[in-house]
């Protein structure tokens, strides 16, 4: 394969992953690991976390639909509470990456987000948000869900932005932090790479690119 483009997801490849927030707020509240993805799993083309990420609902209504489905099986969650948990932080050596990436191939971004803010609410302080904001502007294209009304792991999506970069996906390297998302990437031809680690993506995408990080 010929490398011409490389596609990135944001939170939980560019920053540090927010199941680690969400966890540590289960565990302080004595929930059990990992609940609040189960509930985002449940119905997951129609519940409240697509359909904010699809800007659907605005986040006063994710709040309330949220803990609706939270209730349904027995937990007491508001959705405010998890929007506030998905900020996080930059991963500098993965922006050292992607501006390596930037000076060899195209780059873009594909991202579900709430309409609450770059990169899915990605921008609890001034600081966070001005950094978050240059790697943003950096990309020759990026795909917001919130904006384009379609999300992962749609196939529109991806097609979308091979269109939009004028790159097939044969070419294309696509880094994401969840298997469901790389799957119709995969599908599709491209060359994907499940980020688990810091480390990991480094060493994954050195290899896949030809690039030493």
């Given at each position: 394969?010929?490398?011409?483009?490389?596609?990135?997801?944001?939170?939980?490849?560019?920053?540090?992953?927010?199941?680690?927030?969400?966890?540590?707020?289960?565990?302080?509240?004595?929930?059990?690991?990992?609940?609040?993805?189960?509930?985002?799993?449940?119905?997951?083309?129609?519940?409240?976390?697509?359909?904010?990420?699809?800007?659907?609902?605005?986040?006063?209504?994710?709040?309330?639909?949220?803990?609706?489905?939270?209730?349904a099986i027995g937990f007491e969650i508001?959705?405010?509470?998890?929007?506030?948990?998905?900020?996080?932080?930059?991963?500098?050596?993965?922006?050292?990456?992607?501006?390596?990436?930037?000076?060899?191939?195209?780059?873009?971004?594909?991202?579900?987000?709430?309409?609450?803010?770059?990169?899915?609410?990605?921008?609890?302080?001034?600081?966070?948000?001005a950094a978050i904001a240059d790697v943003?502007?950096?990309?020759?294209?990026?795909?917001?869900?919130?904006?384009?009304?379609?999300?992962?792991?749609?196939?529109?999506?991806?097609?979308?932005?091979?269109?939009?970069?004028?790159?097939?996906?044969?070419?294309?390297?696509?880094?994401?932090?969840?298997?469901?998302?790389?799957?119709?990437?995969?599908?599709?031809?491209?060359?994907?790479?499940?980020?688990?680690?810091?480390?990991?993506?480094?060493?994954?995408?050195?290899?896949?690119?030809?690039?030493?990080?």
């Amino acid at each position: 394969m010929t490398v011409q483009a490389v596609i990135w997801d944001f939170g939980g490849v560019f920053t540090t992953s927010p199941f680690d927030a969400f966890n540590r707020y289960e565990r302080e509240r004595g929930l059990p690991n990992d609940i609040i993805r189960r509930i985002n799993s449940i119905n997951p083309d129609t519940n409240a976390w697509a359909r904010i990420e699809r800007s659907e609902v605005d986040a006063a209504t994710f709040d309330l639909l949220f803990a609706d489905e939270a209730k349904a099986i027995g937990f007491e969650i508001r959705g405010a509470d998890v929007l506030g948990l998905l900020s996080g932080d930059l991963r500098p050596r993965v922006v050292e990456a992607f501006n390596a990436c930037k000076a060899r191939f195209k780059v873009g971004c594909i991202t579900n987000n709430a309409p609450t803010g770059k990169g899915a609410g990605m921008s609890a302080s001034s600081d966070k948000a001005a950094a978050i904001a240059d790697v943003f502007s950096a990309f020759d294209h990026v795909i917001e869900s919130s904006k384009a009304g379609v999300r992962k792991p749609d196939p529109r999506i991806y097609r979308m932005m091979c269109d939009a970069i004028g790159v097939e996906p044969t070419n294309c390297v696509y880094l994401d932090d969840l298997g469901i998302n790389l799957k119709p990437a995969r599908e599709m031809g491209m060359t994907t790479i499940k980020v688990t680690s810091e480390d990991q993506l480094l060493a994954d995408l050195s290899k896949a690119v030809g690039l030493d990080f």
